[in-house]
């Protein structure tokens, strides 16, 4: 069993920072690769920001710039750092992991519950 939780959500003012941890923890060989995806009210998730074991990075075009993906691959666990929060950076962020699943096999895909971020004034 792999588990996958978020924390760091919060409510946060336009123009302000903050930062989500995704911890992975569970029975597993190594992470592969994991996320960040957004959802906002009535609309579809979509794919923040992305981050390999071999730290090969992806980010959604109109967020380049305003946040950063890190890891600590000791830890099992990735960083969101967002700074200039806008309104419409508004909604539940998840994590997403794929890991090596202890066969040294197969890889699993595993989501976090979600973390709330709001930015309203």
């Known amino acids: 069993q792999v588990q996958v939780v978020e924390s760091g959500g919060d409510l946060v003012q336009p123009g302000e920072s903050l930062r989500l941890s995704c911890a992975a923890s569970?029975?597993?060989?190594?992470?592969?690769?994991m996320a960040w995806y957004r959802q906002a009210a009535g609309k579809q998730r979509e794919l923040v920001a992305s981050?390999?074991?071999?730290?090969?990075?992806y980010y959604a075009d109109s967020l380049k710039g305003r946040f950063t993906i890190s890891a600590d691959n000791a830890k099992n666990t990735v960083y969101l750092q967002m700074t200039s929060l806008k309104r419409e950076d508004t909604g539940v962020y998840y994590c997403?992991?794929?890991?090596?699943?202890?066969?040294?096999?197969?890889?699993?895909?595993?989501w976090g519950q979600g973390t709330q971020v709001t930015v309203s004034s």
């Open positions: 981050i390999t074991r071999n730290d090969l990075i």
């Open positions: 997403y992991a794929n890991v090596l699943l202890r066969d040294g096999l197969r890889s699993g895909d595993y």
């Open positions: 569970g029975n597993f060989f190594h992470i592969n690769f």
